[in-house]
């Protein structure tokens, strides 16, 4: 008998997004943002996703059940997207209030109506870049 049990693995090839993230089973995971629109291989297991790229492995996750969500590395990112990743939306309204309690009001509906919060992002940067 094998010491260890057999690991059942998946291979297939994907393309990487312009968001430097590959789909794999229903899941985006990131990889280091030069091989964004590039072929890869991708190995997957019952608790890793593996990305290869000409046999080399450039980036592993563990597997997310999130359908439809995203597993970034900050490592991943260009430096001009790692501030979006440590945007903080609370803190943004906090601001906003600072400024008056129509701006904050007018802050928290634009939030609301945005469903991804790169949209809200790209709004708060927009309002920071007015008040400069």
């Not at 990889?31 to 991708?42: E, I, Q, R, T």
């Not at 297991?45 to 997310?64: D, F, K, M, P, Q």
């Not at 991943?76 to 501030?83: C, E, K, Q, S, T």
Request: aromatic fraction near 12%; hydrophobic fraction near 35%.
């Amino acid at each position: 008998m094998p010491f260890n049990r057999y690991a059942y693995v998946k291979f297939f090839k994907v393309r990487a997004g312009a968001d430097y993230h590959v789909l794999v089973e229903d899941h985006f995971y990131s990889v280091p943002n030069k091989y964004a629109h590039k072929v890869l291989d991708v190995r997957v297991t019952a608790r890793t996703v593996e990305v290869l790229y000409n046999g080399a492995r450039i980036a592993s996750h563990a597997v997310s059940q999130e359908t439809g969500g995203k597993t970034t590395l900050d490592d991943h990112m260009p430096p001009n997207h790692r501030g979006y990743a440590r945007w903080n939306a609370d803190r943004d309204l906090l601001t906003a209030e600072t400024i008056g309690p129509s701006m904050a009001k007018f802050i928290a509906e634009v939030f609301d109506s945005c469903p991804q919060n790169d949209g809200k992002y790209r709004q708060s940067s927009a309002f920071k870049a007015l008040r400069q």
